[in-house]
Every structure is written in structure tokens, then in C-alpha cells.
């Protein structure tokens, strides 16, 4: 009887360890196949400048000036704030905190990259490769890779996934719209 108590309160204590394990564990959204809602997207534009002046303006400080008013970073890491690799920074996005980190910066290979968490909702890959189309303009290749965190937004995550595939135009208008307007010529007529 006392190794039947013995064996008992063993497979209680196994059973706390593993609700108590599964409870600190993050929640993953799956759909009705198990599986979390996923997209890669990607979408290509000119950017017309040479690479050396093209490739910076990815970095998440220089994106202020074409950015709009909606990319505002708030860095953490460096202080201050520079385009460097490992940087660190936090994006405010309509009611959403973002946790930003430049995993990429490297401007002279033409590689720029960025993961993205929405805290409990959606982790982002961002990956932006660079390469002289001539040596007047650049030629941009961005893709996107969304994770749900949570079931409820997978489908929120496709339409995200979906909208990221658009966004060529919206960057190619913001990054030449941004160098035409700086450029010395432009700036003479004004």
C-alpha cells in the first residue's frame, strides 16, 4: 500500500511539474490544422539613386525623413540613435506597441533587416536586399514573414500578409518623393 501512495504522489507531483511548464510557456496560435498563420510576402521598386545613398535610407533613424509622421522610433539602444546593427527600439503603430530589432545593417552589402513583436499578437520579418541597378538607381527587394501569436488574429495575419505584397508603390512614391525633394536641383528651384 505505501508504494502504491508512493507511486501516486509521484505521478501527482510529475503532472504539477508539467501544467506548471506548460503555463509559463507562450501560447501559439494554430488554425484547425494546428498550424499558426503564416505569410511571406514580397514586392520589388527602384529607388533612384546609387546604392551608396539608397542603402541608409532602411536604417529605422534615417526612415524619419520619408517615413511619414507615423514612423517615429523610440531607441533604446544606441543612444543615441544610430543605424547600427543590434539596434534596439520600440514603434508605436495606431494602439500597438512594437519591439523592434535591426538584425541587419549592413549598407555597403546591401542587406537591411528587422524583427518586429507585437507583444501576445504577431511576430515580423523584415528583410530588404539591395543591389546597384545602375549607377543611378537601386534596385529594392523587401520581404515580409508575419507569425500569428495568437489564434483569434490568423486571419488577421493573411490580410496583412496579403496587404504587404502592395506596398512597393507606397515606398518607391516615399523614397524618391523624399531624395527628389532633398536633391541640391530641387532645392534651387525652391
Sequence with gaps: MKGIAIFIAGLAAGAVLVVAAHAHRPVCA????????????EF????????????????AEAERSWGGESWNPSFVYPQPASDVRGAVFFVKH????????????????GHVQYVNIIDGAM????????RAASEKETAVNVVY???????????HIKELGAADKTNGGH???AINGFLQASSPHAQSKQ
Excluded: K, Y
Design 30 to 41: 494554430t488554425d484547425a490544422t494546428g498550424a499558426p498563420a503564416h505569410t511571406r510576402s
Design 123 to 130: 511576430a515580423t520579418l523584415i528583410d530588404i536586399r539591395l
Design 171 to 173: 515606398w518607391s512614391d
Design 44 to 59: 520589388s521598386f527602384t529607388v533612384h539613386a546609387p546604392i551608396e545613398v539608397a542603402a541608409p535610407l532602411f536604417g
Design 94 to 109: 495606431g494602439g500597438h506597441d512594437s519591439t523592434w530589432v535591426a538584425t541587419a545593417q549592413d549598407f555597403r552589402g
Design 145 to 155: 514573414e508575419r507569425t500569428s501569436l495568437r489564434a483569434e488574429l490568423n486571419e
